[in-house]
């Protein structure tokens, strides 16, 4: 453990103190179900989340969510409702100017069987629905800002807060209020998990795009006239595995999904290829641009059918630049003066750290608690990390003010 400065231990010491506050506002947050459509529940903990963030000094209000749209079962595109999104800007004017973000919304759907809170061993390890990914986050980035506001360094800091409603789906409505948040800012803190359960951040990243593809045919009778027809379902499974061919080391392919067919004496007019690419590079993410683009048209003059490609890259590659290198070491060292060992590693996951990354701004986006089993009914959290992430968070935003 290193050496504190006196103003740095009274900090610590501050961030620790709100630990019993910030489990009892987990498990509160944690106890409602707020699965990424269920709108009255995340209406719900938004509420609860603007009460708690109105501790702290600044405008707070929930922002409404940006349209989106996305294509259904029949082809046609949707305009898809998303829960508001809490954003706080406390002291725009003040010398440093740093984004903390967060996500309501968890993976477990409002019919999901994982609703309940339950201990794993007694006073140290809670299981529970979006416990660690993130209501636990959330809870840790409030304290730690709670002890900055009730420090001599508060006017020195000012910030905006993000905790968005979509994270979990990619955060398509949220997306403009985050690069937004983002513009000027030294630095940027997620709250996701740690990467591992011993506080292992999460360094690089993949990126990720998601593409609904739909094929128009033309139906015909199978029996009496099959060639007039054009089979849209099998122009989409050429395109699958066509695209699914190209998969290598820094560029995966998923097909997941494809929509479409009907009565088997019916040549199918109709189906919708879903299909993720996660990429390693900016050069991977243009390079599967590309490949979409010029593969639809392959198998569209194939097939006679004609297509219609919704989505994209929602979340670009994040890779380890310099100023994030810094950006960890600060980290890691403010971790080793805690006494917590703390490196990171790549990883294939992606989050909103990406989206921020890719305006320029240096993020450490797994901030929040060591944990385990998220988007499982095993998900657990470590309770004494609350206190403990705290801390290195709020001795870390006090070397950036010091910098």
């Known amino acids: 453990m290193g050496e504190l400065t006196t103003e740095e231990s009274a900090l610590v010491e501050a ?25 009255d529940g995340l209406a719900s903990v938004a509420g609860k989340l603007a009460d708690a963030f109105s501790a702290l000094p600044g405008e707070l209000a929930l922002a409404e969510p940006a349209p989106v ?3 259904d079962d029949g082809g046609k595109e949707v305009e898809v409702p998303h829960g508001e999104h809490l954003h706080l800007t406390v002291r725009p004017d003040a010398p440093l100017q740093l984004l903390f973000t967060g996500h309501m919304d968890t993976v477990f759907g409002i019919d999901h069987p994982f609703q309940d809170l339950k201990w794993l061993d007694d006073g140290k390890v809670l299981n529970g629905p979006g416990i660690t990914d993130m209501k636990g986050g959330i809870a840790v980035m409030l304290a730690a800002l709670e002890a900055i506001e009730a420090s001599p360094l508060r006017d020195k800091l000012g910030y905006e807060v993000v905790i968005n409603s979509d994270e979990e789906i990619g955060s398509p409505s949220s997306q403009p209020l985050l690069v937004k948040s983002a513009a000027g800012k030294r630095a940027a803190f997620t709250y996701e998990p740690s990467a591992l359960p011993d506080g292992t951040l999460a360094g690089a ?11 128009h045919g033309k139906s015909a009778h199978a029996g009496r006239n099959p060639r007039d027809g054009r089979n849209a379902l099998v122009a989409a499974a050429d395109l699958a595995l066509r695209l699914k061919a190209e998969m290598d080391d820094t560029m995966s392919v998923n097909p997941a999904k494809i929509d479409g067919g009907g009565p088997n004496n019916v040549v199918p007019d109709l189906a919708i290829l879903r299909i993720n690419f996660r990429v390693v590079t900016t050069e991977d993410q243009s390079r599967a641009e590309r490949l979409v683009a010029d ?6 003059a194939k097939h ?17 630049t310099p ?8 980290v890691q060292a403010a971790g080793r003066d805690l006494g917590q060992e703390i490196g990171w590693k790549a990883t294939g996951g992606v989050c909103d750290g990406n989206n921020i990354a890719a305006t320029g ?6 901030m929040g608690v060591r944990g385990g089993a998220i988007h499982s ?5 470590i309770v004494d990390s609350i206190g403990e992430r705290a801390a290195l968070s709020a001795l870390t935003i006090k070397r950036l003010i010091d910098q």
């Open 205 to 215: 990243r993949s990126g990720s795009g998601n593409y609904s593809i739909t094929l």
């Open 69 to 71: 749209t996305a294509i």
């Open 377 to 381: 009914s095993d998900e657990f959290l």
């Open 15 to 39: 961030a620790k103190a709100g630990h019993d506050q910030a489990f009892a506002r987990t498990q509160d947050w944690a106890a409602i179900n707020s699965g990424s459509r269920n709108l």
């Open 304 to 320: 006679d059918v004609h297509a219609h490609v919704h989505g994209g890259f929602a979340r670009p590659p994040k890779p380890m």
């Open 295 to 300: 593969t639809v048209a392959s198998v569209c």
């Open 361 to 366: 701004v240096p993020v450490v986006d797994t």
């Open 323 to 330: 100023k994030m290198q810094t950006l960890f070491e600060l």
